[in-house]
């Protein structure tokens, strides 16, 4: 069945210095995965996507890897600030089907 | 411009009782999904509503049923609630085969 894991529950980094949270994806029929950032108490907010054609897709201070071969999907954040400190979930989206499938999520300390 | 935004915020419940959660899209959104997030997790889909027909449905029992309105606003329904019930609930809006989901903040279900 499909399954979505993250490789670390929790990951602390110094202020300024950059982060990477790394996923993983058994369904090779996936073509859509998207990061979301999720604070206490409020909903997953959406970071960044990236579809199954594509290796790498760059935002404000964040990129998106996707690695078909392994499966794995990375999330970079260049430059971290203390607002950065929340949980990270990677998804992914089967063709044809409607629903996300998220991970467990990794946690990002930020610290001063 | 609001986004998604769910009422109520929180809510307590007693085993076997009934509940009902709503959701308000994005403007110029059309499509609804819901998400159950127990603690700790990332979420679970449960189902999808557009056009006010349940598109598609993950692995819930028939205890949760919805009901997407006209004006694309929806309802999550719980039937005989079970302390297992306990969790947020999130619920996102897309625009038909538009990937871009959007996510409320949620509502807190205490089941006890």
């Known amino acids: 069945g499909e399954s979505v894991g993250l490789h670390l529950p929790t990951l602390s980094v110094q202020e300024g210095d950059n982060s990477i949270i790394n996923c993983a994806y058994s369904n090779s029929a996936s073509d859509y995965f998207i990061w979301y950032k999720q604070e206490s108490g409020k909903g997953p907010q959406f970071i960044i996507d990236?579809?199954?054609?594509?290796d790498k897709r760059q935002g404000q201070r964040v990129t998106v890897l996707l690695n078909k071969t392994v499966k794995h999907l990375s999330l970079q954040i260049a430059a971290t600030q203390p607002g950065d400190s929340a949980v990270y979930f990677c998804?992914?989206?089967?063709?044809?089907?409607?629903?996300?499938?998220f991970g467990t999520g990794t946690r990002l300390t930020i610290i001063p | 411009d609001a986004g998604v935004t769910q009422s109520p915020t929180h809510l307590i419940k007693t085993r076997g009782q009934q509940v009902t959660l709503r959701c308000s899209p994005k403007?110029?959104?059309?499509?609804v999904s819901w998400y159950q997030q127990a603690l700790g997790q990332g979420p679970q889909f449960i189902f999808q509503?557009?056009?006010?027909?349940?598109?598609q449905r993950g692995n819930f029992p028939d205890r949760f049923s919805g009901h997407q309105f006209p004006n694309y606003s929806s309802e999550l329904n719980v039937n005989a609630l079970l302390l297992g019930d306990s969790a947020l609930y999130l619920c996102?809006?897309?625009?038909?085969?538009?990937?871009?989901?959007?996510f409320g903040s949620g509502t807190r279900l205490t089941v006890v």
């Open positions: 509503y557009y056009e006010e027909e349940e598109r």
């Open positions: 996102a809006s897309s625009f038909r085969e538009n990937y871009g989901y959007t």
């Open positions: 998804a992914e989206k089967m063709r044809g089907n409607e629903k996300l499938t």
């Open positions: 403007s110029g959104h059309d499509t």
């Open positions: 990236i579809r199954s054609n594509m």
